[in-house]
Each structure stands twice: as C-alpha cells, then as structure tokens.
C-alpha cells in the first residue's frame, strides 16, 4: 500500500467516478467490494459524503504524457462533460481539474536558452490543450 492516497469526495457519483476512470487508465482496478481503485499504480479512494464539499483547482491530478496521441487521448477523455481550462488544465465532468501534460513542456521550459523557455512559455498560455508541434515552433522562433 502506498504512503499517501488521494481521497477523492463525491456527492453521490464515487461510484460512477471510479468506473469513468477506471475506463481512461488502462492499467487500473479495482478493489472488490470498495470505492478504492488503482490508475497506473496510484491508489485512491472515492467516497459519496454529500453536497458538502465541492472540488477546485487548489488540488489537481497531473497526467504526464509520452506522446501528442496520449494527450489527445486524455484530454479527450477526461474532459469528456467537463470544462477545458488553459495550459493543459481540465476539469472533468465530476469538476476534478487535472493537467494533461506532455513531457515535451518542461523539457522545454527548461531549455539553457531562457529566450527560447519564453517563447514555449508564451505559446503554452494561449493553450488550452497543450499540443507539441506547436511548442517545438515556437522554440525554434
């Protein structure tokens, strides 16, 4: 068992949550006769506490993305119902934010040349879906 699990809190929808998910993340599962469920190796727990308590952006799941095809895929897929947001961010039809990023962005971020970092950067901010090819272009000025 991990150290540190996200407790995730629904009004009514853990549940559905969890299989909505658990459809997403092809390495998932579920634990029998629970609301706890495993996405690529992470566990969580779902819980149906009531209206209470609503989600926001203070908290968001990051999505690290080999590929263009894996953010298309994800974004895609969790935003399906929900909002986009900028810079790769996301909420999802339960109000979750997530950040679907390619691992593209911080290697470029990270670029000696700070002109060049500014430059991804600026064009990153006009984004909503973070797409690649239009990062590299603007490395390159």
């Known amino acids: 068992m991990q150290k540190i699990t996200p407790f995730l809190w629904f009004d009514g929808q853990a549940e559905e949550a969890m299989n909505f998910y658990m459809s997403i993340f092809k390495k998932s599962k579920a634990a029998e006769g629970s609301k706890a469920f495993e996405l690529d190796g992470v566990e969580f727990i779902a ?18 993305c080999e590929s263009q095809e894996e953010v298309d895929y994800f974004w895609d897929r969790l935003g399906a119902g929900g909002a986009p947001g900028r810079c790769g961010w996301l909420k999802d039809k339960f109000g979750v934010s997530w950040q679907v990023v390619p691992d593209a962005l911080p290697r470029l971020l990270k670029d000696p040349d700070r002109a060049k970092a500014n430059r991804v950067m600026q064009a990153m901010m006009k984004m909503q879906k973070i797409v690649v090819a239009d990062l590299e272009a603007s490395a390159r000025g």
């Open 47 to 64: 819980f149906d506490g009531g209206p209470h308590f609503k989600f926001n952006e203070a908290i968001s799941l990051y999505v690290n």
